[in-house]
């Protein structure tokens, strides 16, 4: 069964550098989700080794930080029905080589190290990632897509 979920969207500092925010919000918002949170950061390498505190270990973890330190990046959070997983099937694989086109990385990118954006793997990593990005809370309001989505 489907439930209404929030995940967290980020565009990386490649996707900030590249014009396409416009782009990835557009998709987000025509697809029916809620936006319930928006920020530019340039986040600290502190903030972003707790956010990919999980792949500490990796070889790749070094190059990430660095990556993602390198300019602001566009932090959301994202509302609607399965938002975790509809939102990773709209980035697409992780590896933009293996992303299907229509997804953001199949249309936009090329290289892992590269790959323009983030969402959230699951409900509890979405949690996690809202709190450690917005610890100020998200925003509430009522649009149009209580009514017509859900
Ligand atoms: P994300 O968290 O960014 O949505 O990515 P993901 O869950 O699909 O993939 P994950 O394995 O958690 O990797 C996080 C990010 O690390 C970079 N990466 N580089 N072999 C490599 O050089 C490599 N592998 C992963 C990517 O930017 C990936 O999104």
């Not at 602001?72 to 590896?95: I, Y």
Request: glycine share 10%; net charge neutral; hydrophobic share 40%.
């Amino acid at each position: 069964m489907s439930t209404k979920e929030q995940t967290y969207i980020m565009v990386k500092p490649d996707g900030v550098q590249r014009g396409l925010v416009g782009e990835i919000i557009a998709r987000f918002e025509k697809r029916g989700f809620k936006l319930v949170a928006l920020k530019l950061v340039h986040a600290t390498t502190e903030h972003l080794e707790k956010h990919y505190a999980d792949l500490k270990g990796k070889p790749f973890f070094p190059g990430l930080i660095k990556y993602m330190a390198s300019g602001p990046v566009v932090a959301m959070v994202w509302e609607g029905l399965d938002a975790v997983k509809t939102g990773r099937s709209m980035l697409g694989a992780t590896n933009p080589l293996a992303s299907a086109p229509g997804t953001i990385r199949g249309d936009y990118a090329l290289a892992v190290g590269r790959n323009i954006c983030h969402g959230s793997d699951a409900v509890e990593s979405a949690q996690k990632e809202i709190a450690l990005w917005f610890p100020e809370g998200l925003v509430q309001y009522t649009n149009t897509l209580e009514e017509w989505v859900f």
